[in-house]
T-cell receptor, first 112, second 112 residues
């Protein structure tokens, strides 16, 4: 049974601070890792993906992957109230199916 | 370039009726995925299709649920004899190559 675990939150950070979102996964065969943002009542929106160990930066977002520890994280620098949403971690084994296993998400609240 | 189009946005069905959910992938995308999101739950994979083929239906309930992606027209997720437990948001996603998905806006199914 593939599992993706996230703290449900809510995680509250003040505006301008760094928000750190964490995710662990159980399947060592996982190859691709995605972070989605979902506003209440809306569909998930892809923020970042990462395939290799290390850091990947895109604007205010940095994804970090450690396959040995089966851990992936998302850092949001200079957090804005508009970043308030639920962040979903998703893992793909890539074994021909391309299905994603999602965590339940972490609710982030950025306080002005 | 239109995104993934789903309709209807909201669907109300009485117990025992059939629900048909439609999804048109982004132009150039040949991979279609259906996910279900129950209240306070994460997104759960249901089925992965390419044109005229079901590639992976490991997440589909064994009864009452079916999916197709015909040569012409949208992908259809069909739920027969709906029950209250089928009430959820159903999201379709598409990708050109099995990588990061783009999700549609979803269909909110309510069974009364």
């Amino acid at each position: 049974q593939k599992e993706v675990e996230q703290n449900s939150g809510p995680l509250s950070v003040p505006e301008g601070a760094i928000a750190s979102l964490n995710c662990t996964y159980s399947d060592r065969g996982s190859q691709s890792f995605f972070w989605y943002r979902q506003y209440s009542g809306k569909s998930p929106e892809l923020i970042m993906f990462i395939y290799s160990n290390g850091d990947k930066e895109d604007g205010r977002f940095t994804a970090q992957l450690n396959k040995a520890s089966q851990y992936v994280s998302l850092l949001i620098r200079d957090s804005q109230p508009s970043d308030s949403a639920t962040y979903l971690c998703a893992v793909q084994t890539g074994a021909g199916s391309y299905q994603l296993t999602f965590g339940k998400g972490t609710k982030l609240s950025v306080i002005p | 370039n239109a995104g993934v189009m789903q309709n209807p946005r909201h669907l109300v069905r009485r117990r025992g009726q059939e629900a048909r959910l439609r999804c048109s992938p982004m132009k150039g995308h040949s991979h279609v995925y259906w996910y279900r999101q129950l209240p306070e739950e994460g997104l759960k994979f249901m089925v992965y299709l390419q044109k005229e083929n079901i590639i992976d239906e490991s997440g589909m309930p064994k009864e009452r649920f079916s999916a197709e992606f015909p040569k012409e027209g949208p992908s259809i997720l069909r739920i027969q004899q709906v029950v209250r437990g089928d009430s959820a948001a159903y999201f379709c996603a598409s990708s050109p190559d099995g990588g990061g998905y783009t999700f549609g806006s979803g269909t909110r199914l309510t069974v009364v």
